[in-house]
């Protein structure tokens, strides 16, 4: 199984300011997805973050809000902007590439805006 | 109509009891099955996928899946208060399609 961390692992963000948040698998790994999970909810899924092309971002999720990064089969980026109180919730890293579908999660990152 | 439902819970047995989880799928096409265990404050790990009609067992837990009936169950035997959390089922249409996630049931085991 593919090990993931993630950075930072919580953060506290002034509404109007973005925060970037970076993902890391210790192997080449097919797909990578981010998700949103806020508080006693299951997960949202974000998008896929595509190595050398665009993400596909799921209904109600935008470029401009989510900006998304994938320069190498290990590594991902996602840019939450122009936060606001809304935002705050716990933003996960996931990937496959064993060989299955099953996809592995990192630790998240909390993120509370005020 | 949602992708994937569970029952929310919460679910609450003693200790050394058989835990029954719940989960049924809407799309027919749907290929995978995957069971997630996920504490309060962590992210979601793998328990066990599933990919074939019946059952198939790891340990104290047995995935069970009826595709007829559009219906994906975790058992866990001999319940530990280790085993406290919330589980989460998850669908997909094979490899490299988007996972449906439910709502996840909250699981309470009782010393």
């Known amino acids: 199984s593919a090990v993931i961390s993630q950075k930072p692992s919580r953060d506290i963000c002034q509404r109007g300011t973005s925060l970037t948040i970076q993902c890391q698998v210790d192997?080449?790994?097919?797909?990578m997805f981010w998700y949103r999970q806020q508080p006693g909810q299951s997960l949202t899924l974000i998008a896929t973050a595509n190595q050398g092309s665009e993400a596909t971002y799921e209904s109600g999720f935008v470029i401009d809000k989510f900006p998304i990064s994938r320069p190498n089969l290990t590594f991902s980026t996602l840019t939450v902007s122009n936060m606001s109180p809304e935002d705050s919730s716990i933003y996960l890293c996931s990937a496959t590439g064993d060989g299955t579908d099953t996809q592995y999660f990192g630790p998240g990152t909390r993120l509370t805006v005020l | 109509q949602k992708e994937v439902e569970q029952n929310s819970g919460p679910l609450s047995v003693p200790e050394g009891a058989i835990a029954s989880l719940n989960c049924t799928y809407s799309d027919r096409g749907s290929q995978s099955f995957f069971w997630y265990r996920q504490y309060s404050g962590k992210s979601p790990e793998l328990i066990m996928s599933i990919y074939s009609n019946g059952d198939k067992e790891d340990g104290r837990f047995t995935a069970q899946l009826n595709k007829a009936s559009q219906y994906v169950s975790l058992l866990i035997r001999d319940s530990q208060p280790s085993d406290s959390a919330t589980y989460l089922c998850a669908v997909a249409r094979g490899t490299g399609n988007q996972f449906y996630f439910g709502t996840g049931t909250s699981l309470t085991v009782i010393p």
């Open positions: 192997s080449q790994v097919t797909m």
